[in-house]
């Protein structure tokens, strides 16, 4: 197969994840024989600094006739003080918004060889396997109008039907092939946009008679997630809680450094299904420059990418078990209690894909 695929490394620890995802998907292609059309671009603090712009109409446009795009990170603190217009962010926001990739998945599980990483007590943690559904082109962060002037800013968080409705079919569709339950979360004792979120998704829910509904209030789900988070399967929300429970999700995980992300929008005419591809962390500019940073979030990604943009199942597999493998046997890296540099632990991850086995059909 023909994987048409730009890199989008981007800021602070972005270039040196980025690389390693590269290079598993190098590995990826030899060992099962596909072929790698890899190019790279520019986004958020890279793009200001080289095209002026935190993402350029040339790079808008290979996005979007790439059949996916990996992304690193964006954000340096140096772009703080920028309008929001000229923040490295934008960039990010305007690449999902092109690309019209209005679901962002995010799952998070507590893998056994990592329950000793998180700060919360194993027992609550144990056997944690949820997927958050973020709505990601809507609400807060796109609606308008929005500004700022002098001493009142404001936002506005807007959402139609429609934009609730697609990404709630994306939800049960997945919890079809999961564990069956939606938990929906909101805030509709307060927000007219979170009381159509709960009639949307409970309209919706009647497509899917084998799939449980609950709906949750965002304050009591963001305390749910540490407290029972063995209650959640898949997670629907808005874009803005979606953003801010993901990072709390993380903690259950061990370490943020291993969590991968894929942001999908409709099939195209083609068949082909766009997709974005990002670990969830930042670009961590402490860490950035030393080759010290987990790439596994990135290399994550790189397998969600060649599952849902590509069906590419086997290959997929073979990344997870080398990341399975690589977090029970190592070498890991600081964020892990380790001492390996990124490309070690890259390096030890392509020598296992180099030996995955296909399934036979
Ligand atoms: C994320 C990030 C982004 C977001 C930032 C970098 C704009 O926090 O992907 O979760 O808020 O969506
Ligand atoms: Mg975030």
């Known amino acids: 197969m023909q994987l048409k695929i730009l890199s989008l490394p981007g800021d602070g620890i972005g270039p040196e994840v980025t690389a390693e995802a590269e290079k598993v998907l190098e590995c990826v292609a030899t060992r099962f024989g596909h072929h790698l059309e890899l190019t790279r671009g520019h986004i958020g603090g890279a793009a200001l600094k080289a095209e002026g712009t935190p993402l350029s109409a040339a790079t808008k446009r290979a996005a979007s006739a790439a059949d996916a795009v990996l992304l690193g990170a964006v954000g340096m603190p140096e772009y703080d003080r920028n309008a929001p217009a000229e923040r490295p962010e934008k960039g990010l926001l305007d690449l999902r918004k092109e690309l019209a990739v209005y679901a962002n998945l995010r799952p998070v599980k507590a893998y056994p060889s990592l329950v000793g990483a998180s700060p919360l007590k194993a027992d609550r943690i144990e056997g944690t396997d949820l997927l958050i559904v973020r709505e990601l082109t809507g609400g807060l962060y796109f609606g308008t109008p929005r500004g700022i002037d002098g001493k009142h800013a404001f936002n506005t968080m807007a959402y139609t039907a429609d934009e609730i409705e697609r990404v709630a079919r994306i939800a049960f569709e997945l919890a079809r092939s999961r564990r069956g339950k939606v938990t929906s979360v909101d805030k509709a004792n307060v927000l007219e946009t979170s009381q159509l979120w709960r009639q949307v998704v409970t309209e919706v829910a009647r497509d899917y008679p084998g799939v449980e509904l609950e709906h949750l209030l965002v304050d009591n789900a ?10 959640f399967d898949v997670l629907l929300t808005e ?5 801010i429970l993901s990072d709390e999700a993380a903690v259950l995980a061990g370490s943020i450094g291993v969590l991968a992300s894929a942001s999908v929008g409709a099939r195209r005419e083609d068949g082909k299904l766009p997709g974005l591809y990002e670990p969830i962390h930042g670009s961590a500019p402490a860490i950035a420059d030393k080759g010290v940073a987990n790439p596994i979030g990135a290399v994550g990604s790189v397998a969600l990418m060649l599952e849902w943009s590509f069906g ?35 390096d030890a991850l392509c020598a296992w894909i180099r030996t995955a086995h296909r399934t036979p059909s």
Do not use: C, H, K
């Open 312 to 346: 590419l199942r086997d290959e997929a597999r073979a990344i997870d078990a080398a990341v399975s493998r690589w977090l029970d046997d190592g070498p890991l890296t600081a964020d892990l209690g380790g001492t390996a540099s990124t490309s070690q632990a890259g």
């Open 239 to 243: 874009n803005m809680f979606g953003d």
């Open 222 to 231: 963001a305390m749910q997630l540490v407290l029972a988070p063995r209650r």
